[in-house]
């Protein structure tokens, strides 16, 4: 019977054989194997069948004779391994105590698998690996035993190819996780699989999702958490790094960015985040820096007050910090405007009334936002008349560039120790309401700039601490500086502001166009 069936029978029959034999070794009674040499024989036997019907099986090239429904034809017209006949192969593997051929059956499925394109791939894990190792677990565990080590490897080589789709979904990672326990080196192969998914090109969202399908499968099957948290807070991380600048452009965005890391329970991951903040900030120029990353500061504080987040921790005194500095030389300046009076009195000598003249030279004189003027279509006649009186009077305190050619115009800009002078009032306001906001504790704000920084803003801001009452300045001039440094930084910082672990609402501050700073109590 055997030549006949080496020579003849099919995979599935010398499958069905080799089981039969087991079978017949396990009775407890009317056996035709009785002696040990024949159960010896019978199990050489089996190993030899189920030998040739996995190496005569086609499980991936080609459709063998038998019932094609088996198969599933790609959209190039080729054939997928065959899901019913690797699962009886697999199964007779295991029932007949032979787990060790299962290696050669996942060697004959993966080699194909990596060298196809993606998208066949694909659906090869939709349609066959997925189906194939959810139907070997469920028969492995209605047998109560645990997969031994030809499944482990058949389980380790298909997994990552699994993940070869976009996102995964929650039933699928349930599955890998579930399989992934089996295995004997679990922290590897978590590591593999985070290695396979972002080795692919994927959004974020994409990203975002496939973080929220293993969060949702944390919920459902607790005993995963040591095995998903590393896993979730490695993408998220892997995400944030791969940010483009723009992204983390505004405050809107650093704390959608900041709340996003919180809600996935890895708020340790916002350090991602801040480190990019800091690093735009570093190199931001004047505009930035006063319309995002100042307004940024108290909003951070009361956002890590809010997480139960101390403000020491990692980063985020080296973003205060550098905020800080940068605004302080960048934006604030030294120059007030006493030290440019006697170049802008210049400007007044000009008596000329035509629309142009008073125009630029009202805007050189007065305080505006504005770095730069532009006027264009005016004729080439009047941009000569303004250039010479650009140059007559203006020119330590502004530069121009002249359009001669149609449509004729000009565009003046002020010199920047110009335009911060003429500000300095209103950005000495500006940046107080800022440092005031993070905090009314002195000493919080100590222990958050560091002594080095605190120092620097007070004797720059001319304050004798940073919450101190603002008294009546004239235009430019601010209060004096303290006479001692570090003394007033020590007793400021000694002042009983409350609780700086639990800060009331502080105080916001409205600068109204002259400088003025209105007060108005926090609801």
């Known amino acids: 019977v055997l030549p006949q069936l080496r020579d003849g ?3 599935i029959t010398l499958a069905a054989f080799a089981t039969a034999i087991h079978q017949e070794i396990n009775k407890s009674r009317t056996r035709i194997l009785v002696s040990p040499s024949d159960t010896s024989l019978g199990c050489n036997i089996i190993h030899d069948l189920l030998t040739l019907s996995i190496e005569r099986a086609q499980l991936s090239t080609s459709t063998p004779s038998g019932d094609a429904s088996q198969y599933y034809p790609d959209p190039y017209g080729q054939t997928q391994p065959a899901l019913n006949l690797t699962l009886t192969l697999v199964k007779a593997c295991i029932t007949t105590r032979n787990d060790l051929l299962i290696c050669r059956i996942a060697n004959k499925l993966t ?6 394109p993606l998208t066949e791939r694909r659906i090869r894990a939709e349609r066959v690996y997925i ?5 070997l677990q469920d028969f492995v565990e209605s047998r109560s035993v645990s997969p031994g080590r030809g499944l482990q490897l058949m389980y380790g080589k298909v997994l990552p190819l699994m993940l070869d789709k976009p996102i995964p979904s929650k039933a699928e990672l349930a599955l890998l996780m579930r399989l992934a326990k089996q295995c004997s080196d679990l922290d590897e192969l978590i590591q593999s699989i985070i290695s396979q998914f ?4 994927r959004d974020i969202p994409t990203v975002k999702a496939f973080v929220r399908e293993l969060r949702d499968l944390m919920v459902e099957h607790p005993s995963l958490r040591e095995e998903l948290e590393p896993v979730i807070t490695a993408l998220i991380k892997a995400m944030i790094k791969s940010l483009q600048p723009d992204t983390l452009r505004g405050r809107g965005a650093i704390m959608a960015w900041l709340e996003y890391c919180a809600d996935t329970d890895n708020i340790d991951a916002c350090s991602e985040v801040i480190s990019k903040v800091t690093q735009d900030a570093s190199s931001a120029n004047g505009t930035l820096l006063t319309s995002e990353f100042l307004p940024l500061l108290p909003t951070l504080m009361s956002w890590l007050s809010r997480r139960g987040k101390p403000y020491t921790d990692q980063l985020y005194p080296l973003l205060f910090q550098t905020v800080i500095c940068r605004w302080l030389k960048t934006v604030l300046g030294t120059t007030k ?7 802008l009195a210049i400007i007044g000598n000009c008596r000329c009334t035509c629309r142009s003249c008073a125009q630029v030279m009202r805007w050189l004189r007065e305080r505006s936002n504005q770095a730069a003027m532009s006027l264009f279509g005016i004729g080439a006649s009047n941009v000569n008349h303004l250039e010479k009186n650009l140059r007559d009077y203006a020119s330590k305190v502004a530069s121009w560039t002249v359009s001669r050619t149609p449509p004729h115009g000009i565009e003046v800009s002020k010199q920047s120790r110009i335009h911060r002078a003429q500000n300095w009032n209103t950005n000495k306001a500006a940046g107080l309401a800022a440092m005031r906001a993070i905090s009314a504790d002195e000493s919080v704000l100590l222990s958050i700039f560091g002594e080095e920084v605190y120092k620097m803003a007070i004797k720059m ?21 303290p006479s001692n440094p570090t003394r007033v930084v020590l007793e400021g910082a000694s002042r009983p502001r409350g609780n700086s672990s639990v800060q009331p609402p502080p105080k916001r501050r409205r600068v109204e166009g002259n400088g003025q700073v209105i007060e108005r109590t926090a609801p």
Request: aromatic share 2%.
């Open 9 to 11: 029978a099919d995979v």
């Open 111 to 116: 080699p194909c698998a990596q060298s196809d």
């Open 131 to 135: 189906p194939l190792v959810s139907s």
């Open 198 to 201: 972002n080795a692919l090109p």
């Open 337 to 343: 405007l006493a030290d440019v009076a006697q170049h």
């Open 461 to 481: 801001l001319e304050v004798p601490y940073i919450n101190a009452k603002m008294g009546p300045a004239a235009p430019g001039d601010g209060t004096s500086g």
